[in-house]
Every structure is written in C-alpha cells, then in structure tokens.
C-alpha cells in the first residue's frame, strides 16, 4: 500500500513510486526511485507538495516509520495525481530562479563549444564526441532539473551568432521534447547530440549567403539545400559519431509529404528523430531574429505549425509538441484585458491558458519597476474580468531590445 507523505516529511532511503503531478512535469527522468541525495530531496521539495511512498521498496529501517507519518496524518491510500495542487507561484519562481544561474552557465560553455565546434569544422578538423555528449548531458541535466528555466534561456540571442545559439537551442528543444515523448535517455541524448550537430555543414556555406539580405538566388538555394549531406559527410570522417546522429544531421529537413531535402524522403523513409529535430528546428527558427524573417511569437510560431505544418510532420506530432510547449510558451509576452502586459514564466498543469506571469507592464504602459509575479489560475472571480489573457505579444511590436534586457537571465538572478 502506498503511503501519501508530505514532502518534508520524506527523507533518503524511501522509495517515492508517484509524485502529486505527472512524471512528465517533474525533474525526474524515471518513474519511481529511491531517494539518495540531499540534492533529490531538494528538487522534491522544489517540484510537489507531497508525494506517493512505497514502504515495501524503502529502506527497511524506514519503513515501520513511513506507515506510521501517513496513518498518523490519515493519508495512507491509492495515488490520485488529479486531485493534487500546484505549489504557489513564488515557491516555483523561487525553483526557477535558483536553477536559472546554473542553467545559463552550462548554456554559455555550450555555445562556446559549438563556437569552437564550428570553427575547427572550417579548419578540417574532426568532430569530438566525447565533447558532444558531454555537453549534451550537461544540458540534458539541467532540463530535468528546472525545464522552465532552461527554456527562458532560449529567449535569449545575440544577432551575430545565430548558428550557434540556434544549434544550442534545438538541442535544448529537441530534449524537452524527446523528454515529453517519454523516450529512453539514450534515445534523449542522442537526439540532443543530432539537434547540436545538425546546422554543422553550413560551415560549407559562405557567410555572405547565410546572411544575406534580400531574397536568395537559385545558387544561394542550391548552397544552402546541401548543408544537410554536407554535415553528414563532415561526420563520417570524424570518430564515435553513431549512424543515428549522422541521419538526424542528414534528414533535419526532410518531410513527410516529400517536400523536404536534400532527398526528397517520405513518410516511413525518415527517422523518428530526424522528424522530431526537424519541428524544434523550424520552432526555433520562426522565433529567431534572422535576416529577411522577424522573429514571431512563441504562441503564433506553434499556431502557425498547427495551421500549416501538418502534412510535413505529421497533426499529432504538432499537437503533442504544442502540449509539451504549453499554448502560452515561457518567454511569451502576453497583453491582459486590462491592457497590462507580462511574460509567460510557468505553467499551471490544471489551466493550461492561466499561467503564470512576471508583469513587466501596468494597464498605462508603464513600466513595474519590481516585477511582480501573478498566477493568473489563482485570481478570485470577481477580479479575473482584467486578468485574462487578450493575445500575445510580437517580439517586434513589444521592441526587440527592451525584451532583451527584460529576458536577461542576469537581471532575475
């Protein structure tokens, strides 16, 4: 029988075989464990208000006491996550903030090693893997930690380096959202290796066509069409890269109804995983600021894939991908009905289209100078008329620069 313990009153040695909320939406990679780290007990407290405790699979000096807390609080019994409640905003902004200072570090020496990846590929030089996965488990890590806080982080970009930070933050997409699709942690990884690697041929394009203003040329296409082969042949000649990276690196852009390249590959003839990379890599790009393309919001960026994506990869992909996103994405800026404005920082599990907001404006457009946070899922009826949300906001129309400053993870830290 599985008891049901508050998490302050769990301890390591126990057995925790169901959380108050989907594993999914947790910082654990698998379902069911034992506790062995002050660091776990941590991240429990950080992520539920209680949890499920199995005393048979607990160490069995705890045992005796495991049933004895939940008799004693009346809550031995069967798990029913539907019935559980979301830690307060604070609590999670707290967690989120936390984590945030880690996050950004693992992802600033990521892009410097995609930086260095980059330009060794320029030279010749062979690909190492051991480096990939390295960082890959790394940023692996840090999402199963706090993945709020690593998305935040994708919100943040520097005009002059686009291929790099854009390879950083497919893998990170590609991840959550493997995660999401509750695939093994190999099978996790290696979709962050392929996401990481998979703009690596465009080292074969020169820089006056990847930024180039204006429309491009037949040439132009025909260069850039290429890069997938390219990145693969690059990989061939480097050392521990499996078969499976290679094809994600090669198929990023295939399609399921044919229209993709560089093969022109269908349905079934495409890998799982190159589809997956495929769709956070256009995500990522329709939200990006690149030449001749404004970056969209996140929300219209998953609205625009639903409306139009669906024969390239597939409806359910789509709808699965946007659950895993959340309608309002982190990072959305969002107008309420009473005209203020705030930024999507968490997401309520029960009221997926009330999250949580750090308002950044108040309903005259000025600006909140301490950015107070407001769950918009725990407003009192009688005043959430003014707390809905209206639309989101383009980065653009919000001003790119001021998004920038708000975004920056030093700023909330």
Same mark, same amino acid.
């Given at each position: 029988m599985k008891c049901k313990l508050?998490?302050?009153?769990?301890?390591?040695?126990?057995?925790?075989?169901? +959380?108050?909320?989907?594993? +999914?939406?947790s910082p654990f990679l698998f379902q069911g464990f034992t506790v062995e780290s002050r660091r776990e007990l941590s991240q429990l407290r950080e992520s539920c208000l209680y949890v499920y405790v199995d005393p048979d699979r607990s160490r069995a000096d705890l045992q005796s006491k495991i049933r004895r807390v939940a008799i004693a609080a009346g809550q031995e019994g069967a798990a029913n996550d539907a019935q559980s409640a979301e830690p307060p905003a604070e609590h999670r902004f707290k967690a989120f903030k936390r984590e945030l200072a880690r996050a950004l570090d693992i992802r600033e020496k990521t892009r410097q090693y995609v930086d260095v990846l980059l330009d060794d590929a320029r030279l010749g030089k062979h690909v190492s893997m051991q480096g990939v996965r390295t960082v890959v488990t790394e940023l692996l890590d840090t999402i199963l930690i706090n993945p709020a806080a690593t998305l935040w982080l994708i919100q943040l970009r520097d005009k002059d380096e686009h291929t790099a930070i854009h390879s950083v933050n497919t893998s990170v997409l590609a991840m959550i959202f493997a995660r999401h699709e509750g695939l093994s942690r190999e099978q996790i990884e290696i979709a962050g290796m392929g996401a990481l690697l998979h703009d690596i041929g465009k080292v074969?394009?020169?820089?006056?066509? +990847?930024? %180039?203003e204006g429309p491009l040329n037949r040439e132009d296409w025909d260069l850039v069409r290429a890069h997938p082969d390219q990145g693969y042949r690059l990989l061939r000649q480097s050392e521990g890269v499996s078969e499976q990276v290679r094809t994600i690196?090669?198929?990023?852009?295939?399609? +399921?109804?044919?229209?993709?390249? &560089?093969?022109r590959l269908m349905d079934k003839q495409i890998d799982p995983l190159a589809l997956l990379v495929g769709l956070v890599d256009a995500y990522d790009a329709m939200t990006g600021d690149?030449?001749?393309?404004?970056?969209?919001? &996140?929300?219209?960026?998953?609205?625009?894939?639903?409306?139009?994506?669906?024969?390239?990869?597939?409806?359910e992909r789509i709808e699965r991908f946007i659950r895993c996103m959340g309608v309002y994405p982190i990072?959305?800026?969002?107008?309420?009905?009473?005209?203020? %404005?705030?930024?999507?920082?968490?997401?309520?599990?029960?009221?997926?289209? %009330?999250?949580?907001?750090?308002?950044?404006?108040?309903p005259r457009g000025s600006a909140y100078r301490k950015r107070p946070l407001v769950d918009l899922a725990a407003r009192r009826p009688e005043s959430t008329a003014d707390w809905q949300i209206q639309q989101a906001v383009d980065p653009v129309e919000f001003g790119d620069e001021r998004l920038r400053s708000i975004t920056a993870a030093e700023s909330l830290l």
């Open positions: 508050r998490v302050t009153d769990v301890s390591t040695g126990m057995y925790v075989a169901e +959380l108050d909320r989907p594993w +999914l939406e074969r394009i020169p820089k006056s066509v +990847l930024m %180039k690196v090669q198929q990023h852009h295939e399609r +399921l109804d044919g229209s993709g390249y &560089p093969q690149w030449p001749n393309s404004p970056p969209m919001s &996140p929300h219209k960026a998953l609205a625009q894939l639903r409306r139009d994506a669906g024969p390239q990869f597939g409806v990072g959305t800026v969002v107008s309420l009905t009473s005209g203020a %404005k705030g930024i999507v920082v968490s997401h309520n599990r029960s009221s997926r289209l %009330k999250p949580v907001l750090m308002m950044v404006e108040d």
